[in-house]
């Protein structure tokens, strides 16, 4: 089973930027595709953006394209998601997920 710890979540203005990092571990890294999903209160959990197997390829939802990207480091056992740009709308809870696991997640939230 993989284990996922996600970090690097804050409290931000509109227009600023955020890292947030998912540390992966109990599975070969370079074996597992990666996923960022999120969930704003109220809401239901969303897709944002996925990573294959060793950062093959990737694939953002409509609403973050252009300001996100998602990103692997086999080194590190680590998934980064880059968010520029952020605004009042990314505000939630962000989850990395891989092999059906889940991660505690991170908090975003943007003030505008």
């Known amino acids: 089973q993989v284990q996922l710890v996600e970090s690097g979540g804050g409290l931000v203005q509109a227009g600023d930027s955020l890292r947030l990092s998912c540390a992966a571990s109990g599975r070969t890294f370079s074996s597992l595709a990666f996923n960022w999903y999120r969930q704003a209160p109220g809401e239901k959990r969303e897709f944002v953006a996925a990573?294959?197997?060793?950062?093959?390829?990737?694939l953002y939802s409509d609403s973050v394209k252009g300001r996100f990207t998602i990103s692997s480091d086999d080194a590190k056992n680590t998934v980064y998601l880059q968010m520029n740009d952020l605004r009042p709308g990314d505000t939630a809870i962000y989850y990395c997920?891989?092999?059906?696991?889940w991660g505690q997640g991170t908090q975003v939230t943007v003030s505008s």
């Open positions: 997920s891989a092999d059906d696991s």
């Open positions: 990573i294959g197997r060793s950062g093959d390829n990737t």
